[in-house]
């Protein structure tokens, strides 16, 4: 999710809560004659709403600012442009291990001691996928 629509939902949300306690501190002190009983509403309710009203607002403000940058395009082969690992040849497996693997699988390209799956019930790798879960 791009920071930019973080920080607008997040200015907004807090926004919204602040006009909630803007609300609640003028409803509490508009029922009340004295002005030392009206304090209460005013530091639990209205501050902090107020405080909450400008933060929301700076963090929307900072949020439209900020440039949108559409994702970064992946390479379609693999991290390094290599291509897939592909299934052709025998699924491979290590010996004592339980995965199996394609022939071409980073974990086991290379491998002299790398021997074929055969009739040994294996789990597939989660990096190269041999066959479909």
């Known amino acids: ?28 002190i508009s029922g009340e004659r004295f002005a030392e009983r009206q304090l209460p509403y005013l530091a639990s309710c209205t501050v902090p709403g107020a405080a909450l009203l400008v933060a929301g607002a700076v963090l929307v403000g900072s949020g439209a600012l900020l440039p949108v940058r559409p994702p970064e395009p ?28 394609r022939p071409d699988c980073p974990l086991v390209a290379g491998k002299e001691e790398a021997v074929e799956v055969a009739d040994a019930e294996l789990a597939p790798c989660p990096v190269c996928e041999p066959w479909p879960p």
């Open 74 to 101: 992946r390479p379609p082969d693999g991290p390094e442009g290599t291509p897939p690992p592909s299934a052709d040849g025998p699924f491979l497996r290590v010996p004592g291990g339980t995965l199996a693997h």
């Open 1 to 28: 999710m791009p920071t930019s629509r973080i920080l607008l939902w997040s200015g907004l949300a807090a926004a919204a809560g602040g006009a909630v306690l803007c609300v609640l501190g003028w409803y509490g």
